[in-house]
């Protein structure tokens, strides 16, 4: 029993954590990944068109192109012919699952079978889908060919035509496959719109924490937090959000953990986080839940479109009656009797944070970059109330390489980093995460991650970032001041003080939680972090059935929002459980009023 209270208090002061920070405990990079298939070997093309001068004039046989991807390189065993190039097998990879290793698994199939390097970047991966052509070519020069006289075309795909469907579900985040997913269940024709090329959104870069109280595992372990203290313990951690949103989540969470296992999400509890469920030990959470609603969606019949891009809402005598349509084919229109809008954050879309928060202007984001807000903007235009649209996420624990490509270092600072400015000096509670990231944009948006070799010796993934030349090194701290252009006098005092609290316990300066580094490892490392908008959490409003509300708090009828899109009152707590949560309340919502 006192264990049971003693995981019950761990329990609840991790929810105050992931109330206040969303998600505290994640400690790894987005771009993580697992392996995907091997594509399978394509069928002998056509031959290219052309004279024979024209002709590539390539050496037959097998060649190993090699190309940098947003993880590292990628290796591709290209087989040709004289003038053909017959088969691309991806041999070595480390793209983001479900994301970069998406146009590894499409793109080659599409230049074998049309003879091209003509193709299209696949939208949501462009970077993985650049880096797959450059190995390509790589090959093809190595074989002695032009890869330039690639040029066959894909043929056009068949313009769409206007259709009918009970329920269509506009984003393939999170939120919106378990909204199709449970309209689908109750028996419902759905259509779920994707205007990227991939599925998985944001969704796919959550990281670890998964709130959930009350799912068997729980159970299982003794845990006796309850649903009422869990609801309770959020509504007093976020004074602006709704108790009875709270109530709603934490009466949910176990039960959309105990669904997701059932599809396939091999959800885990952390030791000691009796009330978090996290994938961390099968996987990023993000991707593994994303797998597994992909997966459901295919086993339900819902019809996921790709490259459909929703444009507008259809609307007759005030009720919602359809959506129009566009790609790259041509526009079209579905009549649907309910509509569900998961479309995510608006986190990609400068223009409009900069307008809600004027001093991000400029700033990057590490959201899908589906997420422009589109839904947000729709639903707008039908009369829906908008709110909150200032209460913007910011992480300042982002670096960027040399290439452009960013990453994700949340890992250095949850084991032991700390975080000072240009001038040597910490600013903030280094540990804080989100609750600090508009503080840091209010001094300058940058800073200087500062630690000592165990943490490289200890984190797989910092040995990681160390490996792709992240990392500024030296044998003292006032080296690493200089090789930097941090201010040499106060980081060396910084560096001091800090040994000090970690030998007392206590962090007198900013409260920090964590002191374990003692500064006594060399060699020294600083790695530069800037600022990245990281989520949108006001948006549509909505009561707790998810329906859209508009100004004066009526509904507009057939019409409901989940996810990172929707202001239902939940404040930006626990947004993996929040998608997948109201996701379900939506998609059993709309299928209910499609059926009558
Ligand atoms: C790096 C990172 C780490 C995170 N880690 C965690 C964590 O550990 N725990 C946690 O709780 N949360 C975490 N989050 C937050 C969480 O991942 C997001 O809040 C959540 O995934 C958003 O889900 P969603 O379904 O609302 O939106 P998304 O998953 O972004 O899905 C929206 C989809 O809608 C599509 N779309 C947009 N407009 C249209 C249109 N007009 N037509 C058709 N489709 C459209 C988009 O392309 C996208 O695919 C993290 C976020 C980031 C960026």
């Not at 003879?115 to 462009?126: E, I, N, P, Y």
Request: net charge negative; glycine share 12%; with cysteine.
């Amino acid at each position: 029993m006192k264990h049971n209270k003693l995981l019950s208090l761990c329990a609840l002061l991790l929810c105050a954590l992931l109330c206040l920070t969303a998600c505290a405990a994640e400690q790894s990079a987005p771009e993580a990944t697992e392996a995907p298939a091997a594509p399978a070997a394509t069928e002998t093309p056509a031959a290219t068109e052309g004279s024979e001068e024209e002709m590539a004039g390539m050496v037959p046989g097998d060649y190993y192109g090699v190309a940098d991807g947003r993880g590292g390189a990628i290796v591709v065993k290209v087989t040709v012919g004289s003038n053909t190039i017959d088969a691309i097998e991806v041999v070595s990879q480390n793209e983001t699952y479900n994301t970069g290793s998406e146009p590894l698994r499409i793109l080659p199939g599409q230049i074998v079978a049309y003879q091209t390097l003509d193709v299209d970047l696949v939208s949501g991966a462009t970077i993985s889908s650049a880096a797959l052509l450059t190995a390509v070519k790589d090959a093809i020069a190595q074989a002695g060919g032009d890869a330039s006289l690639f040029t066959g075309s894909v043929p056009p795909e068949e313009a769409p035509a206007d259709c009918e469907a009970d329920v269509v579900v506009i984003g393939a985040g999170g939120a919106g496959m378990t909204a199709a997913i449970h309209a689908a269940y109750a028996g419902k024709n759905v259509i779920l719109l994707e205007k990227l090329d991939i599925a998985g959104g944001t969704s796919n870069y959550s990281i670890e924490g998964f709130g959930a109280v009350g799912d068997k595992t729980h159970n299982g372990l003794g845990s006796d937090v309850t649903a009422e203290a869990l609801a309770e313990n959020l509504t007093n951690g976020n004074p602006n959000g709704s108790a009875a949103a709270f109530t709603v989540l934490a009466s949910n969470n176990g039960s959309v953990a105990d669904w997701l296992r059932s599809i396939g999400a091999p959800l885990t509890v952390a030791a000691g986080q009796t009330s978090v469920a996290t994938s961390r030990e099968v996987g990023e959470l993000g991707v593994t839940i994303v797998s597994a609603l992909k997966a459901e969606c295919e086993k339900t019949g819902v019809d996921l479109r790709l490259a459909n891009r929703a444009t507008e809402l259809v609307m007759t005598d005030g009720a919602v009656s359809g959506v129009k349509v566009s790609t790259d084919a041509g526009n079209y229109t579905i009549s649907a009797k309910a509509v569900v809008i998961a479309t995510g954050s608006f986190g990609a879309n400068n223009d409009m944070v900069a307008e809600n928060y004027p001093a991000l202007k400029g700033y990057g984001h590490s959201c899908t970059v589906g997420g422009t807000g589109d839904g947000q903007l729709m639903v707008q235009a039908v009369g829906a109330e908008l709110k909150n649209l200032d209460y913007i996420r910011v992480n300042f624990t982002y670096t960027t390489a040399e290439n452009g490509y960013y990453y994700y270092m949340g890992s250095l600072f949850n084991t032991g980093a700390i975080f000072v400015n240009d001038q040597g000096q910490r600013f903030v509670n280094d540990q804080g995460a989100y609750g600090v990231g508009l503080k840091v944009v209010d001094q300058g948006g940058t800073g200087w991650a500062v630690f000592d070799n165990s943490i490289v010796e200890a984190v797989a993934d910092v040995r990681r970032y160390k490996e792709l030349g992240l990392f500024v090194q030296a044998d003292s701290i006032g080296e690493l001041a200089d090789l930097t252009g941090i201010d040499r006098a106060n980081l060396t005092k910084t560096v001091e003080d800090y040994k000090g609290y970690v030998s007392n316990g206590v962090d007198e300066e900013f409260g920090r939680a964590m002191l374990n580094m003692t500064f006594d490892e060399v060699p020294f490392y600083a790695c530069k972090m800037t600022c990245r908008v990281q989520g949108t959490f006001g948006g549509i409003s909505t009561d707790e059935t998810t329906q859209v509300l508009t100004a004066d708090g009526s509904a507009i009828p057939g019409l409901y929002a989940a996810g990172e899109c929707a202001n239902e009152g939940t404040w930006g707590a626990n947004p993996a459980a929040v998608n997948i949560v109201f996701g379900r309340i939506a998609g059993q919502n709309a299928a209910a009023y499609a059926g009558e």
